[in-house]
């Protein structure tokens, strides 16, 4: 699968919009298995990265919320499928099996892994990681690097 995402770059988000459409951009762009990394501090922008996503793979993305208490959301019904992980709560990568996190990392659509730098050993070699962040005055930056 050709990647939708160039390898290292960084873009400037001003709103949740801004961050909103780059995960609609790619997941517009997206072809296949795509397993990405979300990283970074409380409040600067995954779940709205993922938002977008679902909604350039064609899934409603009203229904998308931080899967912070239920670990795993699955957004079917789009062109691709969307997983949605939240790895924030747990305390060690045994804690993955019972998510059957390993399934989802092989499957056809995109993985979305919030906090996924917990458990990088978890992680495909492939995995795209997104570093988000918030700059002193306020604006968000994403960072991406393709391995």
Known sequence: MANPI????EVVCLSEDETRAVGRRIGAAAQGPLVLSLEGVLGAGKTCFVQ???DGCGVDAAHVSSPTFTLVHEYPGG???LVHFDLYRLKSA???VAL???????GPGICAIEWGD?????????TCRIRFSIEPDGRRLAS???P
């Open 118 to 126: 917990k458990f990088p050993q978890a992680l495909p070699p492939n």
């Open 6 to 9: 160039p390898d290292d770059f």
């Open 94 to 96: 045994s804690e993955l």
């Open 144 to 146: 991406f690097r393709i």
């Open 100 to 106: 059957g996190f390993d399934d989802y990392l092989h």
């Open 52 to 54: 977008g996503l679902a």
């Open 79 to 81: 062109r691709l499928p």
